[in-house]
């Protein structure tokens, strides 16, 4: 197990300059982003212009050519394997809903369950009343409880975000990164997600990852705007959608 | 056993019901008491009398089972096709071979301290290697420990790299291949291509007296036994639920905080081992180990197996590994140019018609009713 994570300066995660290139193209070129404990910070930006980049230099899956990336004061996140990061307190939701297809939800939960995740301790692992109780929590914060026994690949697209949400959740994560989790879901389960993501402000910090712009203005304090892999904007939903470059490249007139 | 198809079930089932429980424990009767008594008892003129064929041929088919098994660990469950566990299963045999090769002692044409294929480089002294396996523990342990360390540290460069999919089968397949032509060698000092073969006790017991011979049988239908309980319960812990996970989605574990080097070294190593020992038992059984054993394609069949009984599928590979050494020893007597023709087509149909295997057909018919 990692240390926790210390926030004594009030940001959680610093991004310093980061640049990524892929075959000269540069995906991301000096991003600075800072983000604030318990913040709710919403990412926009045209396609390409270095989102899923982004998250992949937050998790470890892609390895910044420069700058910095620190997790609180102290978590060099360049350093970090992704399971590592995980273990830090950082889960992350993928655009495309992922979660174990021939699990249970049930077994989805079970598996993401913040715990020691060493094969040793799997051997012997068996849920305790409290764990059963957390998953079942969770279960009802998703709305899932009725198919916690289903197969998690016989859920519909929304149930399949919603089962990866919940799957985030159990991890217990200080920071969770969601790239487009309301995708494919009906107005309903939209309006749900945006409730949920609510609560969870203050006690998480969330960065979210969006096109859906009425979702963005339902959750939404503080906007970032990505544009050729760096920072183009950067503010409340009012200044953003009054800014003239981001009308220019993304909203349009 | 019907059990064993379904998709990992639930935590709290109990390792098998009873109906498996009764199952296996008939099972050891018949391997322990039956076959020895028809085998041994009864005159060779009854019509009950087990010959030494039969028992030998059956021993070997168990020996093939627990490999099926052991592959139905890492490519079923964890989705890693290996395409080189034959070269586990053949150093488990040559390791015990040693031991088998020095129990000759001067039995051996030449009546020398050192095994006649020495005596033919004209060696005078066993090389270093073969130091100590004259002892049946030493070699016990050789059986289990370089099938491990060759896999742990080919699997610990391969999963690190996070080599996968079809780059890791041709590797595994280049792996065993480059073992089968070390092992062609003479100068390798393990006979060369005619391997080992010509034993005659095993712990002081003559290997063709027929009570050698039903030891080793019950011995190996215990040890199969036991395989199956182990993968049950490897498979019903939560290890065997990140093991599917793995297979379904490696991403999605790691961001949940596993590191799956871990894991998937731990199957593969044990996979490994678990056929070392089946070598081992297949040796003096069959009374021959040769590098042909290595061979890519005898790995391959290994994978068919398992894809022909039902990958996935804790009973599939023994049922499949059964049948197809079943038919093997069938077209091999009557039409021995057939066999590979129908092995292909057999595997093609079942990739085609049967993705889950032959086990997969009774709940295929049962869906197929009203």
Known sequence: MQPGVDVSHRAILYLDDITVSFDGFKALNKLTLTVDSGELRCVIGPNGAGKTTMMDVITGKTRPDLGTAFFGQTIDLTRLTEPEIADVGIGRKFQKPTVFENHTVFENLELAMKTDKRVRASLRAKLEPAQRDRIAQTLTQIQLAADADKQAGLLSHGQKQWLEIGMLLMQEPKLLLLDEPVAGMTDQETERTAELFKSLMGKHSLIVVEHDMEFISSIANQITVLHEGSVLAEGTLDKIKNDERVIEVYLGR | MTSGSQVLGSPSQSLFGPKGWAALGAFALVAVVVVPVLFIVVPADSPFHLSAYFVTLVGKMMCYCVVALAM????????????????????????????????????????????????????????????????????????????????????????????????????????????????????????????????????????????????????????????????????????????????????????????????KLFIWTLSAVLCGIAGALYVPQVGIINPGEMSPANSIEIAIWVAVGGRGTLLGPVLGAGLINGAKSFFTQSFPEYWLFFLGLLFILVTLFLPKGVISIPAMLKRAKP
């Not at chain 2, 890492?74 to 390791?95: D, K, M, P, Q, R």
């Not at chain 2, 051996?108 to 523990?137: C, E, I, N, R």
């Not at chain 2, 059986?143 to 996070?162: E, K, T």
Request: hydrophobic share 50%; net charge positive.
């Open chain 2, 72 to 263: 139905n660990l890492i490519w079923g469950y964890t989705g890693i096709l290996s395409l080189g566990h034959g070269v586990f299963f053949a150093l488990g045999g040559y390791a015990f071979g040693m031991y088998l090769m020095r129990m000759i002692g001067h039995e051996g044409q030449y009546q020398s301290d050192l095994p006649d294929f020495m005596v033919f480089l004209d060696w005078k002294a066993y090389p270093w290697y073969w130091s100590f396996t004259d002892h049946f523990w030493y070699s016990v342990l050789l059986v289990m420990l370089v099938p491990a360390i060759l896999a742990f540290v080919f699997g610990f460069f391969a999963f690190r790299s996070r080599i996968k999919g079809v780059y890791f089968s041709i590797i595994t397949q280049a792996l065993t291949f480059a073992f089968m032509l070390l092992f062609f060698r003479n100068d390798t000092g393990f006979g060369g291509n005619n391997g080992f073969t010509d034993f005659k006790r095993i712990l002081g017991f003559r290997i063709a007296e027929p009570g050698t011979r039903a030891a080793l049988f019950a011995l190996t239908a215990l040890y199969l036994m036991g395989t199956l309980i182990l993968s049950r319960a490897i498979l019903r812990s939560k290890v065997g639920r990140v093991l599917t996970a793995i297979r379904d989605s490696e991403n999605r574990l790691m961001f949940s905080g596993y590191n799956p080097l871990w894991y």
